[in-house]
């Protein structure tokens, strides 16, 4: 028996062994699965291989200690780890380096975003937006791309404009007698603000500015604007200062930065799209999204970051649920409490987000892929001057980002909602710091405004399915990409039910039919309201806003279907078929089950049938492989950095272990004491006021 932190003069809870228990009884083999949600063997087998190299790193491990600290004290932590990942980036493949990135930032979002700003934000705008030679000269001569000699950052956002990235109010005048850009920040709304690194890190920044040519505006366009010189002085005409406190990632040193009068050369502008000569002719893209590619990236790996976040706290919380017991139910048998996973109201609260979570590792994973593929397609037909090239890439790229777009924005959204309901089901010790739930979700919920605020985000991918719906209706043309489906539009258009019989919300396929035809539907209700509303396409952006969702699980359902169908291994299909099914029932047909019956989609029977009976038979028959689903994914203790979420399941050892290693009894008397000691130990208010009016003093003086 392992020893534990108290001694017991009566048998303790042993939750431990309820774990053991319900591994013990599994029959899907967790590896196999682990496979299965990667997307390969060999992916599976680098993450696993990139856990183990993290946990053994005294410097990158994850530690409870790490929930304790002040501002001061995360950036240092912080920093340190950047210097340690840089030792990484020298050695690791391109792959094994940009996984354990994806990796750390499940526990240490701050060190994630402050590296992905460099690497990410800064070289991909490089990479997106410069030509060849100057992402040779930035990210390699001058060596960014191994975090040395320079650090960047990304400046587009500004104090009066975020997710308006066009309404950028920063300047960029071409002087063409000196061959320069002056670039200038003209009010106070223009001041570029939550820069990440700026305030003390980075040497270098993109810029997003206006482009004044002989007085005319071209629009944003990107430029190269140094900010520090090689002692990490401010360089003449730049003012840099922190943001301060917020809500979250407070590892991140965000700061605003004015330019006033900045020079810089004409070739520090990126001009692979939009070119600029000597004499002031300028070249405008093909396509103006495409300035826009290098933020394709992290709205792709937020998707990512959310299967992988979700994962991690829906695991402590089944965890949770299995191991401790609370009040007696009336299926109680053998005298003891009963375990909160048992309760069919914690199945409804949880294992809805485990299948959830499911879904979003199938649905990222392929993100992943094409977003991989669309770039380096783009990049050699550029490189080769192939214009059939670039024009099919442009193609895709549209499609992407109405599928990054979606995904992120609704994946970001659904994260935030498990950890808050995760942190719930926990009931108090998920209120505890060291469990992980509080400091993450200030961390997590600014990937719901930052890159591309969700709604706005929404409204954009709802816009075009929209475009496309009129496209396929009124014009008869065929989609391609993601929204191929709208191509049968018209017959879409009917009133007529999908989901008419019980049966059919048995098979996925008649549901992925269903919501399909509702998007079709409610596009099509918007085509009409544009055109009773002079094409005001504010007077939709709610429906916009829906359709972004819709398409995002349209996305994900084809493609977790697709998934299933691919698996080759028996023992994975039961378990796999419960998940596809629950995450359809609860996060489709229920979630929007007043736009299925609005719409003519779904009969008000068959609602009835999901909630009543569909989703409560699933739940049931999916409660025994809850465990060893989360198992799984396979992130390890280092990883979950939560006490009541470790995998041996003893959970009051574990977190009254922490509790007192982290805040020792012996430690009994706090600096305040002396001011809590002197209220209590205060002398009556006779004494305080001298007997003024008591005593001797009355006899005086009431004379």
């Known amino acids: 028996m392992s020893a534990t932190n108290s001694v017991s003069f009566a048998p303790p809870p042993d939750p431990a062994s309820l774990?053991?228990?319900?591994?013990?009884?599994?029959?899907?083999?967790?590896?196999?699965?682990h496979?299965?949600?990667?997307?390969?063997?060999?992916?599976?087998?680098?993450?696993?291989?990139?856990?183990?190299?993290?946990?053994?790193?005294?410097?990158?491990?994850?530690?409870?200690?790490?929930?304790?600290?002040?501002?001061?004290?995360?950036?240092?932590?912080?920093?340190?780890?950047?210097?340690?990942?840089?030792?990484?980036?020298?050695?690791?493949?391109?792959?094994?380096?940009?996984?354990?990135?994806?990796?750390?930032?499940?526990?240490?979002?701050?060190?994630?975003?402050?590296?992905?700003?460099?690497?990410?934000?800064?070289?991909?705008?490089?990479?997106?937006?410069?030509?060849?030679?100057?992402?040779?000269?930035?990210?390699?001569?001058?060596?960014?791309?191994?975090?040395?000699?320079?650090?960047?950052?990304?400046?587009?956002?500004?104090?009066?404009?975020?997710?308006?990235?066009?309404?950028?109010?920063?300047?960029?005048?071409?002087?063409?007698?000196?061959?320069?850009?002056?670039?200038?920040?003209?009010?106070?709304?223009?001041?570029?603000?939550?820069?990440?690194?700026?305030?003390?890190?980075?040497?270098?920044?993109?810029?997003?500015?206006?482009?004044?040519?002989?007085?005319?505006?071209?629009?944003?366009?990107?430029?190269?604007?140094?900010?520090?010189?090689?002692?990490?002085?401010?360089?003449?005409?730049?003012?840099?200062?922190?943001?301060?406190?917020?809500?979250?990632?407070?590892?991140?040193?965000?700061?605003?930065?004015?330019?006033s009068n900045v020079r810089i050369p004409r070739f520090f502008m990126l001009q692979k799209w939009c070119?600029?000569?000597?004499?002031?002719?300028?070249?405008?893209?093909?396509?103006?999204?495409?300035?826009?590619?290098?933020?394709?990236?992290?709205?792709?790996?937020?998707?990512?970051?959310?299967?992988?976040?979700?994962?991690?706290?829906?695991?402590?919380?089944?965890?949770?649920?299995?191991?401790?017991?609370?009040?007696?139910?009336?299926?109680?048998?053998?005298?003891?409490?009963?375990?909160l996973l048992d309760y069919p109201l914690h199945q409804k609260r949880l294992l809805p987000y485990l299948a959830l979570a499911y879904a979003m590792a199938v649905g990222s994973n392929k993100l992943e892929i094409q977003h991989g593929e669309i770039v380096a397609n783009l990049e050699k037909a550029v490189a080769n001057n192939d214009k059939k090239g670039i024009e099919q890439s442009i193609a895709l790229t549209k499609s992407l980002f109405v599928d990054s777009g979606s995904l992120k924005s609704t994946y970001t959204w659904l994260t935030a909602d498990c950890i808050n309901e995760a942190r719930q089901s926990c009931g108090g010790l998920g209120y505890s710091s060291y469990n992980g739930f509080g400091k993450t979700y200030g961390d997590w919920v600014v990937q719901c405004t930052w890159e591309g605020d969700n709604n706005v985000l929404g409204m954009s991918a709802g816009k075009t399915i929209i475009n496309n719906l009129k496209l396929a209706v009124q014009k008869n043309k065929s989609i391609s990409g993601s929204l191929s489906y709208l191509s049968r539009g018209r017959q879409g258009m009917s009133d007529k039910y999908v989901l008419g019989q019980d049966s059919d919300v048995e098979s996925p396929e008649k549901v992925l039919e269903a919501l399909e035809t509702l998007i079709i539907?409610?596009?099509?209700?918007?085509?009409?309201?544009?055109?009773?509303?002079?094409?005001?396409?504010?007077?939709?952006?709610?429906?916009?806003?829906?359709?972004?969702?819709?398409?995002?699980?349209?996305?994900?359902?084809?493609?977790?279907?697709?998934?299933?169908?691919?698996?080759?291994?028996?023992?994975?299909?039961?378990?796999?078929?419960?998940?596809?099914?629950?995450?359809?029932?609860?996060?489709?047909?229920?979630?929007?089950?007043?736009?299925?019956?609005?719409?003519?989609?779904?009969?008000?029977?068959?609602?009835?049938?999901?909630?009543?009976?569909?989703?409560?038979?699933?739940?049931?028959?999916?409660?025994?492989?809850?465990?060893?689903?989360s198992d799984s994914f396979q992130q390890p203790d280092m990883i979950l950095n939560s006490a009541i979420g470790r995998y041996n399941g003893d959970i009051y050892e574990n977190y009254y272990g922490v509790v007192k290693a982290a805040n020792p009894p012996i430690r009994d008397k706090a600096p305040y004491s002396a001011a809590f000691q002197a209220m209590l130990n205060r002398p009556d208010l006779q004494t305080r006021e001298r007997f003024e009016k008591w005593g001797a003093a009355k006899m005086k003086l009431s004379k």
Not at 558 to 575: G, S
């Open 19 to 33: 774990l053991r228990r319900e591994r013990e009884n599994a029959s899907i083999d967790p590896l196999a699965m």
């Open 275 to 339: 070119r600029v000569s000597a004499e002031g002719k300028v070249t405008l893209p093909p396509l103006e999204q495409l300035s826009y590619i290098s933020l394709l990236g992290g709205r792709v790996m937020m998707a990512v970051d959310s299967y992988r976040m979700s994962a991690r706290f829906i695991t402590v919380a089944l965890r949770y649920a299995v191991g401790r017991r609370q009040f007696k139910s009336q299926s109680t048998r053998d005298g003891k409490e009963t375990q």
């Open 521 to 629: 539907r409610v596009a099509g209700t918007a085509l009409n309201t544009l055109s009773d509303n002079g094409n005001d396409w504010d007077s939709i952006s709610h429906t916009r806003v829906l359709l972004s969702k819709l398409q995002c699980h349209r996305y994900t359902l084809f493609t977790f279907i697709e998934r299933v169908a691919e698996n080759k291994d028996t023992q994975l299909e039961e378990a796999l078929v419960l998940l596809l099914k629950l995450y359809y029932q609860v996060n489709i047909l229920q979630a929007f089950a007043g736009e299925f019956l609005t719409y003519n989609v779904m009969s008000g029977q068959v609602q009835a049938s999901v909630s009543l009976r569909a989703i409560p038979s699933t739940l049931t028959a999916l409660r025994p492989h809850a465990i060893i689903l």
């Open 35 to 259: 496979r299965f949600i990667e997307g390969s063997a060999e992916k599976s087998s680098q993450i696993l291989r990139l856990y183990s190299s993290l946990e053994r790193d005294p410097v990158m491990a994850a530690s409870y200690r790490d929930y304790e600290l002040d501002l001061e004290e995360q950036r240092e932590l912080t920093t340190m780890r950047i210097n340690r990942m840089t030792r990484y980036i020298e050695t690791d493949t391109a792959s094994d380096f940009a996984r354990r990135l994806n990796l750390v930032t499940i526990y240490d979002p701050s060190m994630g975003i402050r590296i992905s700003v460099n690497l990410g934000l800064f070289l991909n705008c490089i990479r997106g937006n410069g030509t060849s030679d100057q992402y040779e000269y930035w990210a390699k001569h001058h060596e960014s791309a191994i975090m040395k000699q320079m650090y960047g950052c990304f400046g587009m956002t500004e104090l009066g404009h975020g997710s308006n990235v066009a309404g950028c109010e920063t300047t960029a005048t071409f002087d063409k007698e000196k061959d320069e850009f002056v670039i200038n920040t003209p009010h106070i709304g223009a001041t570029k603000w939550w820069i990440g690194g700026a305030a003390h890190s980075a040497t270098h920044s993109v810029v997003y500015a206006r482009l004044l040519v002989d007085g005319k505006d071209y629009g944003v366009k990107t430029f190269v604007v140094p900010l520090r010189d090689s002692n990490h002085d401010l360089l003449p005409g730049i003012s840099v200062g922190d943001i301060g406190a917020k809500m979250g990632r407070e590892g991140v040193d965000n700061g605003w930065i004015q330019y």
